[in-house]
């Protein structure tokens, strides 16, 4: 059963954080104030900071469903709203075709309707639900091409899209909308506007903490505390890459893998690649900041 919409801040965090997330106070300020107002929440931000499972954790907390859109460059209307089924087109007119007149002309009238129209993600997040107004995440638009993005202005305007053959779908509740972005372009101001803006930054340790442990219970107090340190550290140095909070939740669990209880210099070393993307951040640390690293990890235990 779909459960109601948070009716204050305090609702909203205890939402998320029934989820398994945890936000700090703006970020629900601004997720509350979406809900209420009704307005996409355009969330921006480094890769691994968590901006995607909020989408997740608001879909799962509510009761409803989600609807996913990842978005990619070259990114058009047939792969996020819709297309006809050309073959199921092609197989039921040539059936036509070997009947009768009648069935000529029916199929003539009937070969653009809804059972021929294939929904893709946006199109799919305007239909009703039964358990409410989906959850629609538009996830890494920074991806896609400014056409596209022009596209998805208009569809956010009203909450709703054209089908030439059929005429115009809209959304009798608007979805719920979230969207992200890793900056790798600017977002044009129009589609900004239209939304409520938060830049979602890596956590503070303490933060980090209580996330690493409600998403690895089982993970030792003291290896926890000594990978957040650890990690905390690294994102001060000069790195192309710093790790997020995904690499946090990885490294602690490639830890365990290894039987690792505490973080020392061979756990450190063997997993570097679980926390670090790039050979050049790599060389980086283990020349320079391996040893403050697990400095700052041992003074964490």
Request: aromatic letters at 6%; one cysteine or more; glycine letters at 6%.
């Amino acid at each position: 059963m779909p459960n109601s919409l948070p009716a204050t801040i305090d609702e909203t965090d205890a939402l998320l954080r029934g989820g398994g997330y945890v936000p700090d106070r703006s970020l629900t300020t601004a997720a509350f104030l979406s809900l209420k107002l009704t307005r996409p929440l355009f969330l921006e931000g480094e890769a691994g900071v968590g901006k995607t499972e909020i989408a997740k954790v608001l879909a799962a907390s509510l009761g409803r469903k989600l609807v996913r859109l990842q978005c990619y460059e070259g990114l058009d209307i047939t792969s996020a709203v819709y297309e006809w089924n050309y073959p199921r087109q092609m197989m039921a007119i040539r059936l036509a075709e070997s009947g009768d007149a009648h069935d000529k002309e029916s199929m003539s009238a009937n070969i653009y309707g809804e059972e021929y129209l294939v929904e893709r993600p946006l199109l799919s997040a305007l239909r009703p639900d039964a358990c409410g107004p989906p959850v629609l995440l538009i996830d890494e638009l920074d991806r896609t091409d400014e056409p596209f993005e022009a596209y998805l202005l208009e569809v956010l305007s009203e909450y709703q899209v054209s089908i030439p053959e059929l005429g115009s779908v809209r959304a009798e509740t608007p979805p719920i909308v979230v969207i992200t972005s890793n900056r790798t372009r600017e977002i044009h101001d129009a589609l900004k506007r239209r939304c409520l803006y938060h830049w979602v930054d890596y956590p503070d340790a303490e933060r980090e903490l209580a996330i690493l442990q409600g998403k690895v219970p089982e993970a030792a107090a003291s290896l926890s505390r000594q990978v957040v340190a650890a990690v905390q550290h690294l994102r001060d140095q000069d790195l192309f890459k710093p790790p997020g909070i995904a690499e946090t939740i990885d490294w602690t669990r490639a830890l365990m893998a290894l039987d690792k209880r505490q973080l020392d210099r061979q756990g450190f070393e063997d997993t570097l690649g679980v926390i670090l993307k790039y050979q050049d951040d790599i060389s980086h640390v283990r020349q320079r900041a391996a040893e403050d690293a697990l400095a700052a990890s041992s003074s964490a235990k």
